[in-house]
């Protein structure tokens, strides 16, 4: 459990699951799965600004953007959603952060096919190829790292299993309103060679001032973390504000790392899929 994990992508979205007797797309208590209904739609993009306050240094880092579209794979229509996170030039002189991930998920159930990362993080570079074969109930990784090298590995496949992306969807179309304040809802992602699970809380309903939006009225949740690199211990935990309206989108995340603080907010959105009726005007 002690190892690197993507900056960005850790920062922005802590994941989760917790296997079950149930099918794929039963493993939570999803909003709806018809079209009209999602919590997002093909065309949606969100574009995240990431701010870092340690010692002399308070300012925006990086942006982080957040897609969806349509695609047909290995004949099955499907999502293609992608989360690309990156320095600005002036701070890639001290550490250059390039993250990207990519799922294809499948459009009538939002269960993974394919999984890509490829990260570059300073000196440390480090790709993932993930196939889901849901048959034989194995992922069938193709990995690397630069202080590894390439290395093929069979990952067990339980019901409930996601990754990064893929997971990032499927949470927004769980049902908020099934879920009380105070209760938790574990979550499960498969990253690198091993699969995590953390849990998801519900705290309750506030508005939040977003700079550049204006004033959300939000559901927030707080997510347990996985020690490494980044988060100093297993304690430490992510908070989020999704909106509280059909779209569901993050709108802004806070939390505490091994040296000092990030947080995160939403500048920038694009093709919803419902009326952004949470933002307060």
Not at 13 to 33: E, G, K, N, V
Not at 213 to 233: L, M, P
Request: aromatic content about 14%.
């Amino acid at each position: 459990m002690r190892r690197r994990f993507p900056l960005i992508a850790a920062m922005l979205f802590a994941m989760l699951t917790l296997a079950s007797a149930q099918t794929p797309r039963d493993c939570y208590q999803l909003h709806s799965l018809d079209r009209k209904s999602l919590a997002f739609k093909a065309g949606e993009r969100l574009t995240f600004q990431v701010h870092y306050n340690w010692g002399p240094v308070n300012s925006d880092v990086a942006k982080a953007y957040l897609s969806v579209d349509s695609t047909v794979l290995n004949g099955i229509p499907c999502y293609h959603a992608k989360i690309f996170g990156k320095t600005p030039k002036f701070y890639d002189m001290f550490f250059r952060i390039r993250e990207d991930f990519q799922s294809w998920f499948s459009m009538s159930s939002l269960t993974p096919i394919l999984f890509k990362r490829d990260t570059k993080e300073g000196g440390y570079y480090c790709t993932n190829e993930f196939w889901y074969d849901w048959h034989d109930r194995v992922i069938n990784a193709g990995l690397y790292s630069s202080k590894r090298g390439t290395r093929t590995v069979q990952i067990p496949l339980v019901n409930c299993v996601y990754d990064v992306p893929s997971l990032i969807y499927v949470l927004r179309n769980i049902d908020f309103n099934k879920i009380t304040d105070g209760s938790t809802l574990p979550l499960t992602f498969a990253i690198d060679d091993d699969v995590y699970t953390i849990r998801l809380k519900r705290v309750g309903v506030e508005n939040k001032k977003v700079k550049g939006i204006g004033t959300i009225r939000s559901v927030k949740f707080s997510v347990g973390v996985v020690a490494g690199e980044v988060f100093a211990s297993d304690d430490e935990k992510v908070d989020m504000w999704f909106s509280d309206d059909d779209n569901r989108i993050l709108v802004c995340f806070e939390t505490k790392v091994r040296w000092g603080a990030i947080d995160g907010r939403l500048c920038a959105y694009e093709n919803l899929n419902h009326p952004f009726s949470s933002l307060i005007q």
